[in-house]
């Protein structure tokens, strides 16, 4: 199958990723994040079977090491060094995909786009690929280390002061977390982290996001999901979570409809764990 090499839309298709496989220029990343209460080692999954040519980029060990908040984004630095030791150099076309619960190819989106790097996203993840008999293989092939610089953008990316300016002007927070976690009624997996949501922020579960087969749902039907969660998409929002890693799931879905939702990066583990912030139950 001959790959058409032209620019690759946000969100790949399987049978585009499939015609595009062998393109010299394609890199394609498995970006599987996987919380440790799960008993998986994604690494160990990636191992064992991957799209063909696959890269495994670990966002847990990229991460900014000098946080105590997990998964924090990384400096410019130490981004740019894991991206050149997997192989990914400037100019590359980038697809992102993962088999994790929690969509976390949508965080190493966030991540590339606010270095101001294009990706994109393979809709449905491994989930789909495998589903549909397409080829994986087991082990990691070797490759040559590639060239690239990055310049920290900080693009999409917002700290707890932007939260606190949103929450004065009556701006729109919106939480991807589970209903019990965001009322409190559940309690949060993180010693040490309260229970609650941001107030004045709205719920809209990430899952909600997604089509049973793992896919993004059409424009039409994100566009209606945002609207019954009570987003105006045309006015100013930013998304938190639990870690900003689902948030990531609806700045995505927001870039789908053209508009941009710059995620919390400390979310509700950096909120809630501060005795000095506001906290809402319901």
């Known amino acids: 199958m001959t790959p058409d090499l032209s620019p690759l839309p946000d969100l790949v298709s399987t049978d585009r990723l499939a015609r595009e496989l062998g393109a010299p220029d394609l890199r394609v990343v498995d970006c599987t994040y996987l919380n440790p ?3 998986r080692d994604a690494r160990a999954e990636y191992g064992a079977a991957h799209i063909p040519d696959a890269r495994f980029l670990d966002l847990g060990v990229v991460a900014d090491r000098t946080s105590a908040l997990p998964i924090m984004r990384p400096c410019a630095a130490r981004f740019e060094a894991a991206l050149g030791a997997i192989g990914i150099g400037t100019g590359d076309r980038i697809v992102l995909y993962d088999d994790s619960p929690w969509r976390t190819a949508a965080r190493a989106w966030f991540t590339f786009r606010s270095f101001g790097l294009a990706a994109s996203i393979l809709d449905g993840g491994l989930g789909k690929w495998r589903a549909e008999g397409r080829p994986l293989e087991g082990g ?3 490759v040559d280390p590639a060239s690239i610089e990055v310049e920290d953008r900080a693009i999409g990316v917002v700290a707890m002061a932007d939260v606190r300016r949103a929450m004065d002007d009556a701006g729109q927070i919106v939480d991807a977390r589970s209903a019990a976690r965001f009322t409190g009624a559940e309690p949060d997996p993180r010693p040490g982290v309260a229970p609650g949501h941001i107030p004045g922020s709205v719920n809209l579960p990430y899952a909600r996001l997604f ?5 993004y749902r ?3 039907e994100l566009a209606g999901t945002f609207a019954d969660a009570g987003i105006d998409l045309d006015r100013p929002v930013v998304a938190t979570c639990g870690s900003g890693v689902t948030a990531s799931a609806l700045a995505f879905a927001a870039h789908l409809l053209g508009r941009t939702v710059p995620v919390y990066d400390g979310s509700w583990t950096e909120w809630g764990a501060d005795p000095a912030t506001p906290k809402a139950t319901v």
């Open 37 to 39: 209460v799960l008993s």
């Open 140 to 142: 990691e092939r070797p």
């Open 211 to 215: 089509a049973p087969d793992g896919t």
């Open 218 to 220: 059409p424009t039409s």
